[in-house]
């Protein structure tokens, strides 16, 4: 093929992905209303999050504390129901069997603490310090199921596979190892959604601000005041100075910034926990 042929069959390759998915390529968040790009199917990510979930749940170890336990499965409970609430407040009651919630809560002196698509929590008990006691656990919760029902993992793998298949598309067009380069391309990015840092690695700012003010909601829903949410970040705050390396603060930067935000969007949540 000639360079200028391959560059057209490239351009005619990335038209037609581009029709298809255009299709299918947008969902809106629940709550805020934004648009975002939906590349990736739910069912695909869910069950690669169960298998990477239900693998850390078996190495464990699961925490021996009867209480904490007790309490993390609890707190669970009550955010996940009201994220049902908040998915059929918003017309997206069909996705609710999508889910399969599980809360565990595994021995680490790891901070950090997690929902993977789908519904899987997990909480370390090297965040309970921070949390003390169910109001912080809830503001955690709240959070992190927050990006679970804004898809955030699947609009972030959305964005790489956009990237990866753009990319190829490039390389055909500029004869960069050819069809076989494509279907390499298109099978790493397949892995990459499939490998860990797929699933776990941290959230953008926007995806972060946008889980405080969902999370924010479903805490006050499961009967929490969400203002203990501000105390639960400035405490977050004041113990990031000493506590360099927690996988929990990196991910999460408790600063002004996010205090301000969580501020800013603390009546909306008010107005529900009065209801
Ligand atoms: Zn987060």
């Known amino acids: 093929m000639t360079s200028s042929r391959r560059l057209a069959t490239a351009l005619k390759l990335l038209m037609a992905m581009v029709l298809i998915m255009g299709l299918t390529a947008c969902a809106t968040v629940p709550g805020t209303g934004r648009s975002q790009l939906s590349l990736v199917s739910d069912s695909e990510l869910n069950t690669m999050a169960a298998t990477q979930y239900s693998q850390m749940v078996k190495q464990g170890p699961l925490s021996k504390n009867k209480k904490d336990t007790a309490m993390i499965k609890s707190v669970g409970s009550k955010i996940s129901k009201a994220a049902e609430s908040f998915l059929t407040e918003h017309g997206r009651a069909a996705e609710i ?34 949390t003390q006691g169910e109001e912080g656990v809830a503001t955690i919760m709240g959070h992190e199921v927050a990006h679970a029902i804004a898809h955030h993992s699947r609009e972030r793998a959305s964005q790489q596979l956009m990237t990866s298949l753009g990319a190829s598309a490039l390389s055909i067009g ?27 690695l941290p959230f953008s700012r926007a995806h972060e601000s946008e889980a ?36 929990f603060l990196s991910t999460h930067p408790s600063d002004a910034k ?3 935000n969580i501020e800013k969007f603390l009546p909306e949540a008010e107005a529900r926990y009065k209801k």
């Open 258 to 260: 996010r205090i301000a």
């Open 212 to 247: 405080d003010r969902i999370g924010l909601s479903l805490m006050a829903m499961a009967g929490y005041n969400p203002a203990a949410a501000v105390a639960f970040w400035q405490r977050m705050s004041e113990a990031s100075g000493g506590s360099k390396g927690s996988d």
């Open 174 to 200: 500029l004869g960069v190892g050819g069809a076989s380069q494509f279907t390499g391309d298109m099978a790493m990015a397949a892995y990459g959604l499939g490998s860990e840092v797929g699933i776990l």
């Open 97 to 130: 069997s999508t889910y399969s919630w599980e809360f565990n809560l595994i021995e680490s002196s790891d901070v950090n603490a997690f929902c993977m698509p789908g519904g899987k929590v997990a909480f370390y008990t090297g965040i309970l310090p921070y």
